[in-house]
């Protein structure tokens, strides 16, 4: 399943599906702090990239939660990988911006590389615990805000894994756009 929508003169798409097989310039991962291999989206990436990504993300000295860092691709699709920290969901007001400071850092670490598409997965809402709903809309409201100021990024990919995650997030950008 995909849907897509016109951003300024960028593409934003929804779909279902797996980030490691994206051919976009870069793929995000949504990491840990210590930028050690975890499970979920960080598992599936690093399995699929191969050791040599272990390897570089040790020399990074970790990640804060918020912040974004950049290494090569190995063996994906994707030449690059931009690692993320989102927020483990607690409930306390600075969960929203965190997440918000994920999306953008990793848009702009993107920029200032060069690169023009890029593939997110839904951050934070797997084993950090961020409610679908609410991290639907930090997340499209980040993107979209920034396409508008950054032409240079033409593709962003939201890329869901579940169809239920794809509605949630399809169904927010209708909302988006309207409002
Ligand atoms: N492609 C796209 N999305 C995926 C894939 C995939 N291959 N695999 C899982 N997802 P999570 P978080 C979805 O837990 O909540 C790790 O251990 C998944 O269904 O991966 O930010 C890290 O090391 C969910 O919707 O990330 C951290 O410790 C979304 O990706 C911690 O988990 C995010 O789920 C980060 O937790």
Same mark, same amino acid.
């Given at each position: 399943m995909s849907s897509k929508y016109k951003i300024g003169n960028s593409i934003l798409e929804i779909l279902t599906g797996d980030i490691t097989l994206q051919d976009t310039d870069v793929i995000v991962n949504a990491a840990n702090n210590? =930028?050690?291999?975890?499970? &979920?989206v960080d598992g599936a990436?690093?399995?699929?990239?191969?050791? !040599?990504?272990?390897?570089?993300?040790? /020399? =990074?000295?970790?990640? !804060? /939660?918020?912040?974004a860092k950049i290494t090569r691709g190995y063996n994906l699709a994707a030449p690059y990988v931009i690692h993320t920290?989102?927020?483990?969901?607690?409930?306390?007001?600075?969960?929203?911006?965190?997440? !918000? +400071?994920s999306? =953008? %850092?990793?848009?702009?670490?993107?920029?200032? %590389?060069? =690169?023009?598409?890029?593939?997110?997965?839904?951050?934070? /809402?797997?084993?950090f615990g961020y409610p679908v709903k609410e991290a639907a809309v930090i997340a499209l409201k980040?993107?979209? &805000?920034?396409?508008k100021n950054h032409p240079d990024i033409e593709?962003? +990919?939201?890329?869901?894994?579940?169809?239920?995650?794809y509605q949630v997030y399809r169904?927010?950008? !209708? +909302?988006?756009?309207?409002?």
């Open positions: 210590a =930028l050690v291999p975890g499970g &979920g990436i690093h399995r699929a990239a191969g050791p !040599e990504l272990k390897d570089e993300c040790e /020399t =990074l000295g970790g990640c !804060e /939660t918020g912040e920290v989102g927020p483990v969901y607690s409930g306390r007001v600075s969960d929203p911006g965190d997440l !918000e +400071r999306y =953008l %850092n990793s848009l702009s670490v993107a920029s200032s %590389n060069g =690169l023009k598409s890029i593939s997110f997965p839904s951050i934070s /809402t797997g084993a980040s993107i979209t &805000g920034y396409l593709l962003v +990919r939201m890329v869901l894994f579940s169809d239920r995650d169904s927010t950008m !209708e +909302r988006i756009i309207i409002t």
